[in-house]
């Protein structure tokens, strides 16, 4: 079902999700199921999966030199949707990123899903390899979130690459693209940023799911300012409790957002990890609940394939 059939259906009560990332190469998929099993007891609607490119490892040849070998350290995002829905009968969204494919690779990933019943898709550009200082499109792929999306409605409208394939079945997916409350941070300014976010909506975006925040404030101008725009789509918050100290420096530096200052000082007061989570946990608690009280459609959390703080935040919510 589209998730926005879901948020329709729920009738203005707030749903529970989550997302997860693939196992690493060479990991059972029991890691997700064991990622999965104790927050089904909050019925989640769907479950996101992440998508990784490609990055470059370099490996000491006999002769001492280096080798830089390309590596897919997660793959299986769609393979894992599948197995998502066949075991737990809910709704998987793979992640589907312009970075490492090329549009054929990209209309064959589009062609698995289809044929495998997958009803969403979260349209995205993808983060940059970790060897590179910035995102390097794939040559013969797509550069930006938006032109994946018009192949994702080419599709839809049963356009393929090549002009000569006929269609007698045509996907119907109900496609998300990412917000950035506190700005995606290549973007200029919040303005063009929200250019393209429009353009994102205009094109066929059917929701958006936001970049993690801490500060509830900066998702509600969000919200404000989309509707503003005449951006109406569910906006879907992006959540993630805090679980360790480094993390008051790692997500700042990764996903470009700020921590209010009361969370920071609390978790730096901390003893131990256990006290740490426990700080992350309340607080995200009350976030939760305020943004309950805003009328959020969804509640999203990124696990990292972790579930143990969000079931705890979750049993004390839902
Ligand atoms: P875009 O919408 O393409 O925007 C990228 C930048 O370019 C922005 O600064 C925008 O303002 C600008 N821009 C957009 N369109 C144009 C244009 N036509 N011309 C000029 N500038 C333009 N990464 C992964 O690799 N895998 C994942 O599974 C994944 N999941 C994510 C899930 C969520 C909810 C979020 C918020 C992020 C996720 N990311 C993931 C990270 C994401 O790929 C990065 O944040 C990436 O840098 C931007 O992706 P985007 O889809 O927002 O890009």
């Given at each position: 079902?589209?998730?926005?059939?879901?948020?329709?259906?729920?009738?203005?009560?707030?749903?529970?999700?989550?997302?997860?990332?693939?196992?690493?190469?060479?990991?059972?998929?029991?890691?997700?199921?064991?990622?999965?099993?104790?927050?089904?007891?909050?019925?989640?609607?769907?479950?996101?999966?992440?998508?990784?490119?490609?990055?470059?490892?370099?490996?000491?040849?006999?002769?001492?030199?280096?080798?830089?070998?390309?590596?897919?350290?997660?793959?299986?995002?769609?393979?894992?949707?599948?197995?998502?829905?066949?075991?737990?009968?809910?709704?998987?969204?793979?992640?589907?990123?312009?970075?490492?494919?090329?549009?054929?690779?990209?209309e064959n990933a589009l062609i698995d899903m289809q044929f495998l019943g997958i009803d969403n898709v979260l349209v995205l550009r993808g983060d940059a390899r970790h060897a590179d200082s910035s995102f390097i499109p794939t040559p013969g792929g797509h550069c930006y979130a938006t032109e994946l999306l018009q192949h994702v409605k080419d599709h839809n409208e049963g356009k393929y690459l090549?002009?000569?394939?006929?269609?007698?079945?045509?996907?119907?997916?109900?496609?998300?693209v990412a917000g950035y409350p506190e700005k995606h941070f290549e973007a200029p300014n919040l303005k063009t940023d929200f250019k393209y976010?429009?353009?994102?909506?205009?094109?066929?975006?059917?929701?958006?799911?936001?970049?993690?925040?801490?500060?509830?404030?900066?998702?509600?101008?969000?919200?404000?300012?989309?509707?503003?725009?005449?951006?109406?789509?569910?906006?879907?918050?992006g959540l993630k409790p805090i679980s360790a100290l480094g993390q008051l420096i790692a997500l700042p530096k990764i996903f470009h957002i700020d921590l209010p200052e009361d969370l920071s000082e609390?978790?730096?007061?901390?003893?131990?990890?256990?006290?740490?989570?426990?700080?992350?946990?309340?607080?995200m608690i009350q976030q939760c609940k305020e943004l309950i009280d805003f009328g959020v459609p969804v509640l999203h959390f990124y696990t990292m394939g972790k579930p143990e703080q969000t079931y705890d935040i979750a049993k004390a919510i839902f």
């Amino acid at each position: 079902m589209k998730i926005t059939d879901h948020i329709k259906n729920a009738n203005g009560k707030t749903l529970f999700s989550f997302e997860l990332l693939p196992p690493v190469k060479g990991q059972s998929i029991q890691w997700i199921y064991d990622a999965i099993d104790p927050l089904m007891e909050f019925n989640p609607p769907f479950i996101d999966v992440t998508y990784h490119r490609e990055d470059y490892i370099y490996k000491q040849q006999a002769n001492g030199l280096l080798e830089k070998v390309s590596y897919r350290k997660r793959p299986g995002t769609v393979a894992i949707c599948a197995a998502i829905m066949n075991k737990y009968k809910v709704d998987a969204v793979p992640h589907l990123i312009c970075g490492g494919f090329t549009k054929e690779e990209t209309e064959n990933a589009l062609i698995d899903m289809q044929f495998l019943g997958i009803d969403n898709v979260l349209v995205l550009r993808g983060d940059a390899r970790h060897a590179d200082s910035s995102f390097i499109p794939t040559p013969g792929g797509h550069c930006y979130a938006t032109e994946l999306l018009q192949h994702v409605k080419d599709h839809n409208e049963g356009k393929y690459l090549h002009e000569d394939v006929k269609s007698d079945d045509t996907s119907n997916f109900c496609i998300g693209v990412a917000g950035y409350p506190e700005k995606h941070f290549e973007a200029p300014n919040l303005k063009t940023d929200f250019k393209y976010l429009k353009q994102k909506v205009d094109m066929g975006a059917e929701f958006i799911v936001t970049q993690m925040f801490f500060d509830n404030q900066k998702y509600f101008d969000f919200v404000k300012k989309c509707r503003e725009n005449d951006i109406n789509v569910p906006i879907i918050p992006g959540l993630k409790p805090i679980s360790a100290l480094g993390q008051l420096i790692a997500l700042p530096k990764i996903f470009h957002i700020d921590l209010p200052e009361d969370l920071s000082e609390a978790i730096q007061d901390c003893k131990n990890i256990k006290d740490v989570k426990k700080v992350g946990t309340e607080f995200m608690i009350q976030q939760c609940k305020e943004l309950i009280d805003f009328g959020v459609p969804v509640l999203h959390f990124y696990t990292m394939g972790k579930p143990e703080q969000t079931y705890d935040i979750a049993k004390a919510i839902f």
